[in-house]
């Protein structure tokens, strides 16, 4: 039985993964280097900040050393919130979505976002008080694919509610193959939905597939076969 419900947020609650690409193209560019949106969706979505600027250094046989990339990292989020704007970013049925879920059970979020820039949505939809639990960059040793960032919202999560819990008492939601390997390996069903990658990019990795928010309900989730985890 599923106890708890663990979402992604960039590409799951927020439609920021093409900010994410700008603002990162954007600063990169006043380094001369060059990312396109293909690389991008199809090498570098999956890291947090600092990952994301250290593979993407890696691959052009750049170095870049830790006060570099913690500078690039707070002109990126910088160059992210401008472009955020004042407009909501959420997808369509997220808030309906995140409210349903919590009538039912727990909620927690585990992204390679920073803490700053989801609490900055999350407050102006009104929803943080939605997730008592949110892991953030850096939160962890290792960022997603691994599977720490996972495992660490599931031990929050236990800790927060006063209710024991095992990863496998638990659901991911997420938008990308990186997000849900690191959700199985740390033990966890898995929702993907198709706001990033079509489905056939999703569903080996994937307990269920979704296309939309609406989609994701109690009933959904209670056809999980334990067998199958």
Not at 66 to 72: D, K
């Amino acid at each position: 039985m599923i106890r708890a419900v663990v979402f992604d947020f960039d590409g799951v609650i927020a439609n920021t993964e093409p900010l994410h690409f700008r603002a990162l193209r954007d600063v990169l560019a006043e380094e001369a280097v060059a990312l396109t949106e293909a690389d991008y969706y199809g090498r570098y979505l999956g890291y947090d900040d600092v990952g994301a600027f250290g593979a993407i250094a890696a691959d052009r046989g750049m170095q870049w050393d830790p006060g570099h990339v913690a500078g690039l990292v707070t002109r990126k989020s910088a160059r992210l919130e401008a472009l955020e704007g004042a407009a909501s970013v959420l997808f369509p049925g997220a808030s309906a979505a995140i409210r349903r879920m919590a009538e039912e059970c727990p909620l927690a979020i585990a992204s390679g976002a920073l803490r700053a820039e989801s609490m900055h949505v999350l407050n102006r939809e009104d929803l943080a008080g939605f997730f008592p639990v949110v892991v953030a960059a850096g939160d962890t040793p290792a960022s997603k694919p691994a599977p720490e960032p996972y495992l660490r919202a599931v031990e929050r999560m236990a800790a927060a509610t006063g209710v024991a819990l095992a990863p496998s008492d638990c659901v991911a939601i997420e938008d990308s193959r990186w997000g849900l390997e690191s959700a199985r390996s740390a033990g966890l069903w898995t929702v993907g939905i198709t706001h990033t990658y079509p489905a056939d990019m999703l569903t080996d990795a994937a307990g269920a597939v979704i296309l939309h928010l609406d989609e994701l309900t109690w009933e959904l989730l209670g056809r999980f076969d334990h067998a199958r985890l």
